[in-house]
C-alpha cells in the first residue's frame, strides 16, 4: 500500500484517533470505554475501506482470545467455590504483625497473578481484602497499593500471568517452561523489593498500626467445587509446561489446553454455567478482538516498520544498549498507550533486534512493571481503586510518590536480571 495513498493515511487516522479514546478517560463529547473504543476503531477499518471483512477476521488472533476466555472461567469457577475469600481469611489469620500481613499480602497476589490473570485476582481479591482491612482496623492505602503493585509484577512471571504476556507468548512461541524460568527469578526478587519500598515508604503508618482480635470471620467454601477446579487449573499447569509434545501429539497449544481444562471444569462443576459465565470478563475480550483488527490495519500500511527503522539508531547496534533502550521506550509507550495497544505494536519489531527472543522477554517485563508507575498505569490499578473506593480516595500522588520508585527500582534490577541470566 503506497505511503501516498489516501488508505495510508485514513488507517493511520483512524488508528490515532482509537489511541487517543484508549488511552484517555472518557470525554464528556464522547463517553466511550476502552472495549467501546477499540470496536469503533475495527469498524471504521472496515467501513471506510482500510480493511476488507474476511482480512478483519483473520486479523483477530483467536489463540490468546481462547487463552484468556480459559483462564477467566478457571478463575471464575474458583470465585464460585470461595477460593478467594479463603485466601484472604488465611492471609490475615497467619499474619500477626501488619508488616507480616504486607510481605504476605505482596507474596499471595503476586503468586496468584502468575498462576491466573492479574485484572482478575485484582478484582476478586480487593473486596475481601478491603473488607479484612476494614473488619483488622488497619490502615487501607498500604495493602491496595501492595495488592496491585504486586499483581502486576507477579504477573510477569507466566504467559498466562496478564494480556500483554498472552500475546507475547503466542507470538514469539517461547515455551512456558521456558518464559517461567527466564522471568520467574526476576519476579521473586522484584517482589521482595516491592515490599521493602512499601514497608519502608509507610513505617510510619504501620508502626502504630496492631491487627485486631475477631478480624476475620469464617468463610463459606464450597469444598467439592473447590477441589474439582484445583485439579482442573493443577493439571492444565503441568500441561502447559509440556506444551510441545502435547501440541505435536494433540494438535493443542496453551489456549486449547487453558480452554480444554475449562470445559472439563463445566462438565464436573455441577454448577449453573450462567453463574459462571457471568463472571467471565466479556469486555476484556471485545477489546482485545477489536484490537487486533485495529493494529492489522495500521500492519498493512508498513507504518510500523517506518517508526521502527526511523528509531534504529536510537536502540543501539549491541545487545545490551537494544535491552536498555527498549526498556524505557516500553515504560513510556505503555503508560503514553496503555501496555496491551503498545505490545500489538512494538511485537512487529522483535525480529529486528540483535536477541529477539531476549527482547520479547524485555518487552514482557517493561510493559508489565510499567503498569506499577501511576494510578492508571495499569487496569489492575483502577479495578483496585475502584473497589475500594467508598471506603477510601486515593489521590494521584498518593499512588505515585511510591509507585515512581516501585517502577524504576523493580524495572532496572528486572531488566539486568535478564541479561546477566539469559
Given at each position: 500500500?503506497?505511503?501516498?495513498?489516501h488508505?495510508y493515511?485514513?488507517?493511520?487516522?483512524?488508528?490515532a484517533?482509537?489511541y487517543?479514546?484508549?488511552s484517555?478517560?472518557?470525554?464528556?463529547?464522547?463517553?466511550?470505554?476502552r472495549?467501546?473504543?477499540?470496536?469503533l476503531?475495527?469498524v471504521a477499518?472496515?467501513v471506510?475501506?482500510?480493511?476488507?471483512?474476511?482480512?478483519?477476521?483473520?486479523?483477530?488472533d483467536?489463540?490468546?482470545?481462547?487463552?484468556?476466555?480459559g483462564?477467566?472461567?478457571?478463575?471464575?469457577?474458583?470465585?464460585?467455590?470461595?477460593?478467594?475469600?479463603l485466601?484472604?481469611?488465611?492471609?490475615?489469620?497467619?499474619?500477626?504483625?501488619?508488616?507480616?500481613?504486607?510481605?504476605?499480602?505482596?507474596?499471595?497476589?503476586?503468586?496468584?497473578?502468575?498462576?491466573?490473570?492479574?485484572?482478575?485476582?485484582?478484582l476478586?481479591?480487593?473486596?475481601?481484602?478491603?473488607a479484612v482491612?476494614?473488619?483488622?482496623?488497619?490502615p487501607?492505602?498500604?495493602?491496595?497499593?501492595?495488592?496491585?503493585?504486586?499483581?502486576?509484577?507477579?504477573?510477569?512471571?507466566?504467559?498466562?500471568?496478564?494480556p500483554q504476556?498472552m500475546?507475547?507468548?503466542l507470538?514469539?512461541?517461547?515455551?512456558?517452561?521456558?518464559?517461567?524460568?527466564?522471568?520467574?527469578?526476576?519476579?521473586?526478587?522484584?517482589?521482595?523489593?516491592?515490599?521493602?519500598?512499601?514497608?519502608?515508604?509507610?513505617?510510619?503508618?504501620?508502626?502504630?498500626?496492631?491487627?485486631?482480635?475477631?478480624?476475620v470471620?469464617?468463610t463459606p467454601?464450597n469444598?467439592?467445587?473447590?477441589?474439582?477446579?484445583?485439579?482442573c487449573?493443577?493439571?492444565?499447569?503441568v500441561?502447559?509446561?509440556?506444551?510441545?509434545?502435547i501440541?505435536e501429539?494433540?494438535?493443542l497449544?496453551?489456549?486449547?489446553?487453558a480452554?480444554?481444562?475449562?470445559a472439563?471444569?463445566?462438565?464436573?462443576?455441577?454448577?449453573?454455567?450462567?453463574?459462571?459465565?457471568?463472571?467471565?470478563?466479556?469486555?476484556l475480550?471485545?477489546?482485545?478482538?477489536?484490537?487486533?483488527?485495529?493494529?492489522?490495519?495500521?500492519?498493512?500500511?508498513?507504518?510500523?516498520?517506518?517508526?521502527?527503522?526511523?528509531?534504529?539508531?536510537?536502540?543501539g547496534?549491541?545487545?545490551?544498549?537494544q535491552?536498555?533502550?527498549?526498556?524505557?521506550?516500553?515504560?513510556?509507550?505503555?503508560?503514553i498507550?496503555?501496555?496491551?495497544?503498545?505490545?500489538?505494536?512494538?511485537?512487529?519489531?522483535?525480529?529486528?533486534?540483535?536477541?529477539?527472543?531476549?527482547m520479547?522477554?524485555?518487552l514482557?517485563l517493561s510493559t508489565?512493571?510499567a503498569?506499577?508507575?501511576?494510578?492508571?498505569?495499569?487496569?489492575?490499578?483502577?479495578?483496585?481503586v475502584?473497589?475500594?473506593r467508598p471506603?477510601?480516595?486515593v489521590?494521584?500522588w498518593?499512588y505515585?510518590?511510591?509507585?515512581?520508585?516501585?517502577?524504576?527500582?523493580?524495572?532496572?534490577?528486572?531488566?539486568?536480571?535478564?541479561?546477566?541470566?539469559?
Open positions: 500500500m503506497s505511503s501516498s495513498g488508505p493515511w485514513l488507517a493511520v487516522g483512524i488508528f484517533v482509537t487517543a479514546l484508549i484517555s478517560r472518557r470525554l464528556k463529547i464522547l463517553p466511550l470505554n472495549p467501546a473504543s477499540a470496536l476503531g475495527a477499518m472496515v471506510c475501506g482500510v480493511m476488507k471483512i474476511e482480512d478483519a477476521y483473520r486479523a483477530v483467536w489463540n490468546t482470545i481462547a487463552l484468556l476466555l483462564m477467566m472461567l478457571l478463575s471464575s469457577y474458583l470465585q464460585l467455590a470461595g477460593f478467594f475469600s485466601a484472604a481469611d488465611w492471609i490475615l489469620l497467619k499474619a500477626r504483625t501488619p508488616q507480616r500481613l504486607l510481605l504476605m499480602l505482596v507474596f499471595a497476589s503476586g503468586i496468584l497473578s502468575a498462576l491466573l490473570v492479574n485484572d482478575t485476582i485484582c476478586m481479591l480487593t473486596p475481601l481484602v478491603v482491612i476494614v473488619r483488622g482496623r488497619l487501607l492505602l498500604p495493602y491496595l497499593m501492595a495488592l496491585a503493585t504486586s499483581a502486576n509484577i507477579g504477573s510477569v512471571m507466566t504467559i498466562t500471568g496478564n504476556n500475546i507475547i507468548g507470538f514469539s512461541g517461547i515455551p512456558y517452561a521456558k518464559f517461567l524460568l527466564s522471568l520467574a527469578p526476576a519476579a521473586i526478587v522484584c517482589l521482595t523489593l516491592d515490599y521493602l519500598i512499601l514497608r519502608w515508604g509507610f513505617r510510619r503508618v504501620l508502626a502504630g498500626a496492631r491487627i485486631e482480635a475477631g478480624a470471620a469464617p467454601v469444598r467439592p467445587l473447590l477441589a474439582k477446579t484445583l485439579a487449573l493443577a493439571a492444565v499447569t500441561a502447559f509446561f509440556f506444551d510441545r509434545p501440541r501429539h494433540f494438535g497449544n496453551v489456549a486449547w489446553i480452554l480444554g481444562g475449562a472439563v471444569a463445566m462438565v464436573i462443576a455441577r454448577v449453573d454455567t450462567h453463574q459462571v459465565l457471568k463472571l467471565v470478563d466479556w469486555h475480550l471485545l477489546f482485545f478482538a477489536a484490537l487486533f483488527v485495529v493494529v492489522e490495519g495500521l500492519r498493512e500500511t508498513r507504518l510500523p516498520e517506518e517508526i521502527y527503522q526511523s528509531l534504529r539508531g536510537v536502540f547496534g549491541s545487545v545490551t544498549a535491552a536498555w533502550n527498549l526498556t524505557w521506550f516500553s515504560v513510556a509507550g505503555s503508560n498507550f496503555s501496555n496491551v495497544p503498545f505490545v500489538l505494536v512494538a511485537g512487529q519489531w522483535m525480529n529486528n533486534f540483535a536477541a529477539p527472543e531476549l520479547w522477554k524485555v514482557a508489565t512493571f503498569g506499577n508507575l501511576t494510578l492508571l498505569g495499569s487496569v489492575a490499578n483502577v479495578i483496585v475502584e473497589s475500594a471506603h477510601i480516595e489521590g494521584f498518593d505515585a510518590r511510591l509507585g515512581i520508585p516501585i517502577t524504576i527500582v523493580t524495572t532496572v534490577v528486572g531488566v539486568t536480571m535478564l541479561l546477566v541470566l539469559r
